[in-house]
């Protein structure tokens, strides 16, 4: 993920920018219920309190408990980037280059298949400002 600029000041109330990578399996889920995608990894990045929470949850259960991992430096005022690579074992997280830590992936079936952005509350600006780009690769190599 990727966006022009980002606003560096903490905002009064928490606000959220948020990412679920989500597996579908077709066979057994219905594409218009979310409760039917396993969420592979959610990421929640909260911009008053500078952190980066994570959890998961299998289609139809609970979710895990929460892991914070703290960018520390925090993203940068321009060009700031959020990098997620997706591995069979953990996801690894870099913030604008520099790795800040790794998650376990704890629901291991499934690939992804969708993707899930969301900000919140609804009115509030985005983390990453205006203009947030999102791409995807099937390699690690091809990555920027």
Known sequence: MASPSMNLDR?????????????LDPSTGDANDEDSYDL???????????????????????????IELKPDPWFQKDNPKLR???GANEFVFYVDGKRVGAVNRAVKRGK?????YLIYPPNAESAMGKGVTVTTYKQISLVP
């Open 84 to 86: 997620i690579d997706v």
């Open 11 to 23: 905002p009064r109330k928490e606000t959220t920018m948020g990412i679920s990578l989500m597996y």
């Open 112 to 116: 992804v298949t969708h993707f899930k």
């Open 40 to 66: 592979l990894l959610k990421v929640l990045i909260r911009s008053r309190r500078r952190v980066l929470e994570c959890s998961s949850r299998e289609a139809g259960g609970g979710f895990s408990k929460l």
